[in-house]
């Protein structure tokens, strides 16, 4: 049973950058890159949200309140996925937490939290003015 373990969360004035970085472990490089991997997110008072997603092609896909400040990526060979996020605000305030499904090449899912069945604990993000 693969697990997710995220990491890199912390406070940062609006306007800073964070890199989040969740990594998997009981599973080899190989099954690692055969899962579509993704990152969501909970504000307080909020409902859980897509913010981005990548598959196993390395084709990825953003919720368009973070397209041009947060960059999703993937080290197969580290099993480990990573969140750029930079101009931080308020707004992206949560916690964050990485999910996985296996999934076939050429197959891009949607930022649902219901399909992926790997689930990290999560990491908290504070942006502040």
């Known amino acids: 049973q693969m697990q997710l373990v995220e990491s890199g969360g912390g406070s940062v004035q609006s306007g800073g950058s964070l890199r989040l970085s969740c990594a998997a472990s009981?599973?080899?490089?190989?099954?690692?890159?055969?899962?579509?991997i993704a990152w969501f997110r909970q504000g307080p008072g909020k409902e859980l949200e897509g913010v981005a997603g990548?598959?196993?092609?390395?084709?990825?896909n953003y919720a368009d309140s973070v397209k041009g400040r947060f960059t999703i990526s993937r080290d197969n060979d580290k099993t480990s996925l990573y969140l750029q996020m930079n101009s931080l605000n308020a707004e992206d305030t949560a916690m964050y937490y990485c999910?996985?499904?296996?999934?076939?090449?050429?197959?891009?899912?949607?930022?649902?939290?219901?399909?992926?069945?790997?689930r990290g604990q999560g990491t908290q993000v504070t942006a502040s003015s």
């Open positions: 990548i598959d196993r092609d390395g084709r990825t």
């Open positions: 009981v599973v080899s490089a190989y099954m690692y890159s055969t899962y579509c």
């Open positions: 999910a996985a499904q296996v999934c076939a090449t050429g197959f891009t899912p949607a930022l649902l939290w219901s399909g992926y069945n790997y």
